[in-house]
């Protein structure tokens, strides 16, 4: 059964940096791409970012490129989102998931991020 | 960016109704639709993919139709479980955009 794993979310500053990470088990890690995409309190979803399966192809939201990076540690099932210069906007819960092509077909229970001074 | 427009915001119907959901895109997305089913407190699950396609495990009464800009998610008759928020997303461009959702309550 595939499972993904969210952790690493807390209350952060405005201006400052918190990296997500992201275990998954279940399927071979390695052979999928994976996602990340957030949720403001009582708003809808928003893709975030994406990485190709061997970590060569990255993709970004605007409203992140330039502050996020993802990235994947294939040795370990493990899938990253490094965040800089938060700001407030960026207050949601961030799920990574597991990605068919742009289809999102496994989520984790998602990790909260609050920006906030 | 592509924009998707769901409709209506919220669907007040009762159990055993059935319950049409509307997705409707600014520009043509083919048939790289999905959609998903979100509880409170919960991840969304995938429902349908590919505009018509059910994921494994989702029951027959969830039903996905259309292509280009216009789509639907018919439940066939409502369960008690059927009663949350559901998000239509392309996959056809980037970046991938999801619909703002329609809510069904009792």
């Known amino acids: 059964e595939v499972q993904l794993l969210e952790s690493g979310g807390g209350l952060v500053q405005p201006g400052g940096s918190l990296r997500l990470s992201c275990a998954a088990s279940?399927?071979?890690?390695?052979?999928?791409?994976l996602s990340w995409v957030r949720q403001a309190p009582g708003k809808g979803l928003e893709w975030v970012s994406g990485i190709s399966f061997g970590g060569v192809n990255t993709y970004y939201a605007d409203s992140v490129r330039g502050r996020f990076t993802i990235s994947r540690d294939n040795s370990k099932n493990t899938l990253y989102l490094q965040m800089n210069s938060l700001r407030a906007e960026d207050t949601a819960v961030y799920f990574c998931?597991?990605?068919?092509?742009?289809?999102?077909?496994?989520w984790g229970q998602g990790t909260l991020l609050t920006v906030s001074s | 960016e592509i924009v998707l427009t769901q409709s209506p915001a919220t669907l007040s119907l009762s159990p055993g109704e059935r319950a049409t959901l509307s997705c409707r895109a600014s520009q043509s997305v083919s048939i790289y639709l999905a959609w998903y089913q979100q509880k409170p407190g919960q991840a969304p699950r995938l429902l349908i993919y590919d505009a018509s396609n059910r994921a494994t495990d989702i029951p027959a009464r969830f039903s996905g139709s259309g292509s280009g800009t216009d789509f639907t998610l018919t439940i066939s008759s409502l369960e008690p479980e059927d009663f949350a928020v559901y998000y239509c997303q392309q996959r056809n461009n980037w970046p991938l955009t999801f619909g703002g959702g329609t809510k069904v309550e009792i």
């Open positions: 998931a597991h990605d068919m092509g742009g289809t999102y077909n496994r």
């Open positions: 279940g399927f071979t890690f390695s052979n999928y791409d």
